[in-house]
C-alpha cells in the first residue's frame, strides 16, 4: 500500500472532525431553543417545534442533504457550495435529536426546583437560566456524546454530493489507484475517532457525574 495514499486520508479525516464538531455545537444551540419551545406553555410554540423535531427525526438524512444541496435552488433564489449545505444539514438534523434529549435532561431535574426558584420571586425565564438549565448540563454529557459520535459516522454521508471528506477520499484513492485495501486504513481511522471521544466524553461524564 502507497504511503501517499495513507497520508491522502489526512485531508479528509480532519473535514470529517470540522463537520461534526460544528454540526454538533449548532445543533446543542438550537436543540436548547427547540426543547424551551416543546415545554413551553405556548401551545402553537410547542406544536411548531414538535413539527420541525418530527420532521427532522422522520427523514433520513441523506434525504435531507439532497433537499438542501439540490431541490432548495429549484425553488428558491438559494444555492449552498457543498461545505454550508453539508454544515446546514448535519446542523438541523443533529438539533432535532439534542432538543429531545436536553428536553428530556430538563425534565428529569426535580419540579421542587422550580417552585423553589418561584417562591424565591424568580420569573420561569430566570429560574430555567439559572437554575434549571445549569443542573441538566450533567445529564446531557452521556446521550450527546452518543449523538457526537453518531454524527461523526453519518457525515459519510455528505459524500453523495461530492463533499470530500473521509469517506469521499477514500473513495476516490480507491478509484484513482484501483486499491481498495484502502478502505481498511479509512476504517481504522474512524474507528480512532470514534474511540477517542468516547473516551473524551467518559471522562468528561466521570468527572461531572450526577451521582457524585
Known sequence: MNLNNLANLAPGALVTLELTVV??????????????????KNKLIDRICWLYIWLFRGTPLL????????????????????MPAAFIALGLNSAAYLAEI???????????QMEAAKALG????????????PQSYRRLIPPVGNEFIAL??????????GMVELMKSTTQISNA???????IPSAILYLAMT??????FGRLEKKYSVYE
Open 177 to 183: 489507484t484501483g486499491d481498495a485495501i484502502i478502505y
Open 152 to 161: 461523526l459516522k453519518d457525515s459519510s454521508l455528505v459524500s453523495m454530493i
Open 63 to 82: 434525504m435531507q442533504i439532497f433537499f438542501i444541496y439540490f431541490a432548495l435552488p429549484l425553488f428558491t433564489p438559494i444555492t449552498l457550495p457543498q
Open 122 to 133: 424568580l420569573s420561569y425565564g430566570q429560574a430555567m437560566k439559572r437554575i434549571i438549565i
Open 195 to 200: 474511540t477517542l471521544f468516547t473516551f473524551i
Open 102 to 112: 436536553i428536553r428530556a435532561a430538563i425534565q428529569s431535574i426535580d419540579k421542587g
Open 23 to 40: 454540526s454538533v455545537i449548532a445543533g446543542m444551540l438550537l436543540g436548547l431553543f427547540l426543547a424551551l419551545g416543546r415545554l413551553s
